[in-house]
């Protein structure tokens, strides 16, 4: 199975501080995306960010920024000024012929 | 009105029963996932449509069949429910693959087999 990986099941992070969740992924596919979704307790799945493969720039969305390293299939996702609102189960998934996701990292902002 | 709309929100069913988990969509796409959460486990592929008349097994599709009604519609049954199947359980939609969408999700059902 091609798979997305996420090792950290849990993050802490100081409110004000930043912090990097990582994910890696294997596809055999030329033509992909990759997402981050956050989760809050409401349950709703919320896209935070979007990377094409084919693009070599970082995407960026206000205080979330990520780190696409297409050579070595890595795509970690940066919070910067970490705010209580961030507080969440983070997935991460690869769009090809299907939607696959990570198993996610739960993180915890401390006042 | 949401994209994706899933109901029931919250079922409660007992061991042995047949339950159906229905899922449309205003977004226009083809695709459509059924996919559990469990806790540690993330979000897991069930089945997923590509169209009304394709329709694949995902990486846990024992214990679960699906119905593709319409381009708008994706129903999950389960045909006789056992507590392991309890989880939150979501709908998702996409686009094609280079139409850069992400998967449109629904607010996920909670089932709990007693």
């Known amino acids: 199975a091609q798979t997305v990986t996420q090792s950290q099941p849990e993050m802490s992070v100081q409110e004000a501080e930043t912090v990097t969740l990582s994910c890696t992924y294997d596809?055999?596919?030329?033509?992909?995306?990759l997402f981050w979704y956050k989760q809050p307790p409401s349950r709703q799945m919320i896209l935070v960010i979007r990377?094409?493969?084919?693009?070599?720039q970082n995407a960026t969305e206000n205080r979330f920024s990520v780190n696409f390293q297409k050579a070595a299939k890595s795509f970690s996702l940066k919070i910067s000024d970490s705010q209580l609102g961030d507080a969440a189960m983070y997935f991460c998934?690869?769009?090809?012929?299907?939607?696959?996701f990570g198993i996610g990292t739960k993180l915890q902002v401390i006042p | 009105d949401a994209d994706v709309t899933q109901t029931p929100r919250n079922r409660i069913t007992k061991t042995g029963k047949r339950i159906m988990l229905e899922c449309s969509q205003t977004?226009?796409?083809?695709?459509m996932y059924w996919y559990r959460q469990d806790p540690g486990l993330g979000l897991r592929l069930i089945y997923y449509?590509?169209?009304?008349?394709?329709?694949n097994k995902g990486e846990i599709s024992d214990g679960y069949s699906v119905s593709r009604q319409a381009q708008a519609k994706f129903s999950l049954s389960l045909e006789s429910a056992i507590p392991n199947q309890t989880a939150l359980y979501f709908c998702?939609?996409?686009?094609?693959?280079?139409?850069?969408?992400?998967?449109?999700f629904g607010q996920g059902t909670r089932l709990t087999v007693v």
């Open positions: 998702a939609t996409s686009g094609l693959p280079g139409q850069n969408t992400e998967a449109f």
């Open positions: 596809t055999s596919e030329s033509d992909y995306y």
């Open positions: 990377q094409e493969a084919y693009k070599q």
């Open positions: 998934a690869r769009v090809d012929q299907k939607v696959t």
């Open positions: 977004k226009g796409h083809d695709r």
């Open positions: 449509s590509f169209d009304v008349k394709d329709i």
